[in-house]
């Protein structure tokens, strides 16, 4: 792979990159400014992020196929790459741009076992006294976050009731260069609820009740949505918390969709939403999972 220029990052490439059919485990050498980086992935190192190991996976899956879904490893080294590009611009430059053979042969070398995108996600204490919850983007992945944007500016140009159980944007996390501005997460709407989804709440012993009352509230906060003419996009009962007080709070507006919970021709759409809303509704009363529409 050649080297690839980022704005004003220092030129880096890829010389190796190894994993494994029988495990997640992964190993990037890259070279920037004549210092080899060995980062070390797995799986296990995305627990507090769903999204990114989700990521990770269909990543792996890429590198195993050559090409998935218009993505191939170049994709992978860019991702991965992405959250080490503050380290590369902080290198000292290239003062001879001729190396030794010692320089090539032992360069000096940085090891990182450490998930590198890790930043702890979670509740923050804005300046101004608000509790906001900190969710942080893909780079990679530049469409979902703008679509996120647009649909919470949305939601906030619809002047919905603020007793509407649904995730606001407050604000960005972001920096900004001479070249762009990068956004490296969102400030949504803290919800104390333990991280207890849905998915996770529902269980064979959950009392009817609770089990009425949750679905009568997605119910009607999607209803509300859409007279609004906001699409919810994702549903499904991971992206439905229950606070504290077992109220159901509808979040996670970047579109996309999962299969079993909304057929793909409909992701995006009202009727991709009810389709969802009956197949939710349905596995609050069951707790069963759909295995296919």
């Not at 923050?124 to 679509?147: E, V």
């Not at 407050?170 to 956004?183: A, H, N």
């Not at 996770?200 to 009740?209: G, N, R, S």
Request: with cysteine.
């Amino acid at each position: 792979m050649e080297d690839i220029p980022i704005n004003d990052t220092p030129f880096w490439s890829v010389l190796e990159f190894t994993f494994s059919d029988r495990s997640t485990d992964s190993e990037f050498v890259m070279m920037c400014h004549k210092h080899r980086f060995i980062v070390r992935l797995s799986i296990e190192q995305f627990v507090a992020s769903p999204e990114l190991r989700e990521k990770y996976l269909f990543f792996l899956d890429v590198a195993e196929q050559f090409e998935l879904d218009g993505y191939t490893v170049d994709d992978f080294y860019d991702w991965v790459a992405e959250p080490m590009l503050p380290i590369f611009r902080e290198l000292p430059p290239i003062q001879n741009v001729k190396s030794t053979l010692d320089e090539f042969l032992f360069p000096e070398t940085h090891v990182y076992e450490a998930p590198v995108h890790h930043i702890p996600q979670g509740k923050f204490f804005l300046n101004d006294g608000t509790t906001a919850y900190l969710k942080l983007t893909d780079p990679g992945d530049k469409s979902i976050l703008l679509h996120e944007i647009s649909t919470y500016r949305e939601i906030h140009n619809a002047h919905l009731d603020k007793s509407l159980r649904i995730s606001r944007l407050i604000g960005l996390v972001q920096s900004r260069d001479d070249q762009e501005v990068i956004i490296y997460g969102l400030l949504l709407t803290y919800i104390d609820c333990g991280h207890v989804t849905l998915f996770c709440a529902v269980k064979p012993e959950t009392p009817e009740h609770l089990r009425n009352r949750w679905a009568t509230q997605v119910g009607d906060t999607l209803t509300r949505l859409h007279d609004a003419g906001i699409i919810w996009g994702d549903a499904k009962p991971a992206n439905v918390l229950v606070d504290e007080h077992d109220d159901a709070w509808i979040i996670d507006f970047g579109g996309g969709y999962t299969e079993g919970w909304v057929e793909r021709g409909l992701a995006g759409t009202k009727e991709g939403d009810l389709q969802a809303l009956g197949r939710i509704i349905e596995f609050i009363h069951t707790t069963e999972e759909p295995t296919s529409i």
